[in-house]
């Protein structure tokens, strides 16, 4: 199966999601996961109409991005060290996992140095998983307003990342907790703007756009053969 070919079976599946749960297709944007893609697959899902690619590492977005069409906008998708937010800083345009008061911090003075404003997701170990990086869900309601105040940084909204589990359903209790965090805090915080859930990959996208993601990150599905 060519990537073109997977694209097409991928927006089929974002299209049936949408129109199951009566939403606007354009309300979901496709973040293709490009942790083991090379340059050229990406040319490929460019050409298939992916216009958004997330990266785990900051390094391998610096080597591919100056390769791609300069329409393309990068997402960052993993784990964000603090002593890489100075590289990171202009090579994306939005930065997913920001899990940390910290981070948020060291965002908001590496983006004022080069006066600029970065957009950022706040990411919540939603299932409070060991092997997993976020704010707990209460974590994220006592820091929202002081990373809310900092000049540099603009918070979107959540991100998570559910257990693995063979059965997406089983991801949809996470997300639904996702998207009744988000509401919380837009409740609490009265000039809050959070218009964006990430959430779902490949295993279970459609279920998150079943419970109101905005941003699916998708990777296999994409590249497999």
Known sequence: MSIVENM???????????ERVHRDRNSVTLVIAGKYATADQLWDVFRAGGMVIGENKVQDARDKKPLLDPRVRWHMIGHLQTNKVKQAI???DMIHAVDSLRLAAEINKQSGKVMRVTDCLL???IAGEKSKYGFKPAEVVRSFEAIASLQNVRILGLMCMAPYDDDPEKSRVHFRALADLRDELQHRFLKAQLPHLS??????FEIAIEEGAT????GRAVFAS
Do not use: P, S
């Open 8 to 18: 097409k079976r991928i927006e089929e599946r974002i299209n049936r999601a949408c």
């Open 90 to 92: 202009g090579l994306f």
């Open 123 to 125: 990411e919540v170990n």
């Open 199 to 204: 959430m779902g990959m490949t295993q279970d």
């Open 215 to 218: 941003l699916i990150r998708v």
